[in-house]
């Protein structure tokens, strides 16, 4: 004889069936809204996107102009960068022509991940014997925190014969895209043996080779790896 039992629903238990399917359907749901993405979509998050436009600045803006005459600088220059993303290196470095044959006086790498400025000045002074030589400080600032670099270059021939100097920033509009890892002479200060040699140059590095001696400032940015 078969053992025939009538199951039936009572109303408790379909309450205690409807909560957990609500539970079960909260986790995924939770799950879902907290996830960066599935592991099946076609592409991962679209990363930030990083630019940087460089321009020129002054390192003495509106009234600290009337400073610049009481501090003895040869020549001043400033640069600003716009800076789109985070984690940033920025990199400077300076070089003197002479004779149109170009040596590295040394170069800086800085992380930044907030737009800010590199500067450069020359100043004349004497070593211990007496010889000029030129003072080189090349510096940067954000919003956040600043550095700076300091070299000496013996003055050409003593000084001699170059009174006849320009300082020339960087071409086109004054402002410009760079490109990662793309290297720009963004400021130079070239002295002359002859005021005829100061023609117009299709580029700084130009104008620097053209001149008696020139200190040439170059910048550049690269991605910090890993980030």
Aim: charged fraction near 20%.
């Amino acid at each position: 004889m078969s053992d025939r039992r009538n199951h039936s629903w009572s109303p408790a238990t379909t309450l205690i069936v409807v909560l957990i399917g609500s539970v079960a359907c909260s986790v995924v749901t939770t799950y879902a809204l907290n996830r960066p993405w599935w592991p099946s979509d076609p592409t991962p998050p679209t990363p930030e996107p990083r630019s940087v436009r460089i321009s020129r600045s002054d390192l003495f803006p509106g009234d600290l102009k009337r400073l610049a005459p009481h501090l003895g600088l040869a020549a001043t220059g400033c640069v600003h960068f716009d800076v789109t993303g985070s984690d940033w290196t920025i990199g400077m470095e300076v070089e003197s022509y002479q004779k149109g044959k170009p040596r590295s006086l040394g170069s800086s790498w800085t992380p930044h991940k907030h737009s800010g400025e590199v500067s450069i000045s020359l100043r004349e002074v004497t070593d211990p014997n007496g010889k000029l030589e030129f003072q080189i400080v090349m510096a940067f600032t954000n919003q956040s925190e600043s550095g700076s670099w300091t070299s000496r270059i013996e003055a050409p021939d003593g000084g001699r014969g170059v009174s006849n100097r320009s300082t020339t920033y960087l071409r086109a509009s004054g402002s410009r895209d760079l490109a990662e890892g793309e290297r720009v002479a963004v400021w130079a200060h070239t002295a002359y043996e002859d005021v005829r040699q100061m023609r117009p140059a299709d580029s700084l590095v130009d104008e620097a080779k053209q001149g008696k001696w020139a200190v040439v400032l170059w910048v550049w940015w690269e991605e910090i790896k890993g980030h």
